[in-house]
């Protein structure tokens, strides 16, 4: 099983500011086969990024993934106020799917 | 499209949970997706549960493989989720959702709240 290890588990930033996100992957995983949500309190899993670097649907540029083998980042350029929320790292390369236990974005 | 999960909100320890997650439209029996349960206790993070493709072929969570059955209702267009003998470390939101076969969770219910007690 593929354990991804997300840093930090809390982030407290401020309106405006530059927020990065890391997940670590206990082996390599594909680029093709990794993705990132978003889950703001009371509501669903949001697909961000998938394939490392792909913005779902709607996803505004300020978010931005990269990374390859073990390391992924996500990255929100200018963290806004709807941006406040908790951030899963997955990969889709392996059974059985994994989750990272997520990185909270709060207002610092 | 929206999926949507159905079941009881309140199981007995040791009983069995049953869900169903009815899927909206023509894509069920789509080539190429799968359909998943996950599930999300209370203040955690997603667990994978396992995944179905429409043909019947599973993939389950080993943490979870020897309670877990997932199966397929095409002529209904739904999948549903046995879980048994839950205790109340099986409390959780779960979630139905879609996937391909190398892709990423892009479509989710709403959430279904199961609370384990007696």
């Known amino acids: 099983e593929i354990l991804l290890t997300q840093s930090p588990a809390t982030l407290s930033v401020s309106p405006g500011e530059r927020a990065i996100l890391s997940c670590r992957a206990s082996?390599?995983?594909?680029?093709?086969?990794f993705a990132w949500y978003q889950q703001k309190p009371g509501q669903t899993p949001r697909l961000l990024i998938y394939?490392?670097?792909t913005r779902a649907t709607g996803i505004p540029d300020r978010f931005s993934g990269s990374g390859s083998g073990t390391d992924f980042t996500l990255t929100i350029s200018s963290l806004q106020s709807e941006d406040f929320a908790v951030y899963y790292c997955?990969?889709?390369?392996?059974?059985?799917?994994?989750f990272g236990l997520g990185t909270k974005v709060e207002i610092k | 499209l929206q999926l949507q999960e159905s079941g009881p909100g309140l199981v007995k320890p040791s009983e069995t949970l049953s869900l169903i997650c009815t899927v909206p439209?023509?894509?069920?029996?789509?080539?190429?997706?799968?359909w998943a349960w996950i599930r999300q206790a209370p203040g955690k993070g997603l667990e994978w549960i396992g995944s179905?493709?429409?043909?019947?072929?599973?993939f389950y969570n080993p943490s979870l493989k020897s309670r877990v059955r997932i199966s397929v209702d095409m002529s209904k267009t739904q999948f549903s989720l046995r879980l048994t003998y839950v205790t109340a470390a099986d409390t959780s939101l779960y979630y139905c959702?879609?996937?391909?076969?190398?892709?990423?969770?892009?479509?989710w219910g709403q959430g279904t709240r199961v609370t384990v007690s007696s």
């Open positions: 997955h990969q889709y390369n392996f059974w059985p799917r994994t």
């Open positions: 439209g023509g894509s069920f029996n789509s080539s190429g997706y799968y």
């Open positions: 959702v879609r996937h391909r076969s190398l892709g990423p969770f892009d479509m």
């Open positions: 179905i493709y429409y043909s019947g072929s599973t």
């Open positions: 082996q390599s995983v594909s680029s093709s086969q």
């Open positions: 394939a490392t670097s």
